[in-house]
């Protein structure tokens, strides 16, 4: 007979790695970099996934999934609607945070720091790299908007398509990336009997400040 498990009796006992002061990069973009390599060999699924947080002008926080796109010298980056919640929230806050968590090798990456956009050739750059329905796509949907049904979508997507047919599809002008520069990265390794491995970077005037949390 299949036992029921009620949720508060669900857990996982992490041993599968550690994390020390040592060991670790003087630098917490090249510390990304390694442990985002280790996680494609690892084929985690949808190993770029980050939940952003944002926060509106009520200071209300919000929070959903994007996809990273690149890892610049000076932060990390995505693309999307510029007049999306998110991006509204950014307008009136440019402080945001990133949560990475790669459970097949029970590790997390928490990033605070301030957002800007990129340039419009960056912006450019990506959304032709893009495939073409995803091009369209950006020129249909208002995002975060409310809209009666569904059917709103595919008639904007019908004569988008319709417009475009003939032509490449520029990028709209409501549409293009962020980075986000940190101040501070911690990278979480899980560990047995809770006390899992903390290492947070804090960024100073000149180097980046290594200390431990406890967990």
């Known amino acids: 007979m299949h036992k029921e498990t009620t949720i508060n009796a669900i857990r996982t006992d992490y041993k599968r790695s550690k994390l020390t002061e040592n060991e670790v990069k003087k630098n917490p973009i090249e510390q990304f970099k390694f442990w985002f390599e280790q996680a494609i060999k690892a084929c985690v699924i949808e190993v770029n996934a980050m939940t952003l947080a944002t926060v509106d002008r009520e200071g209300s926080p919000s929070a959903r999934i994007v996809l990273l796109k690149g890892v610049e010298d000076n932060g990390f980056v995505f693309f999307t609607n510029y007049n999306s ?3 509204q929230d950014l307008i009136v ?4 945070s990133l949560v990475f968590f790669w459970p097949d090798l029970e590790r997390q990456v928490r990033i605070k720091g301030f957002v800007d956009k990129t340039s419009s050739e960056v912006s450019d750059s990506y ?50 990336g962020y980075i986000v520069q940190p101040i501070t990265v911690e990278f979480w390794q899980g560990r047995p009997n809770r006390l899992h491995d903390r290492i947070l970077y804090t960024k100073k005037s000149n180097y980046w400040l290594i200390e431990r949390l406890a967990p």
């Open 85 to 87: 919640q998110k991006g």
């Open 93 to 96: 806050n440019n402080k945001a």
């Open 127 to 176: 959304f032709h790299s893009r495939p073409i329905g995803s091009q369209l796509g950006a020129w249909a949907s208002p995002q975060s908007t409310i809209i009666a049904d569904r059917a709103v979508l595919e008639s904007n997507l019908e004569r988008i398509t319709q417009k475009y047919k003939s032509t490449s599809v520029p990028r709209p002008p409501h549409w293009g």
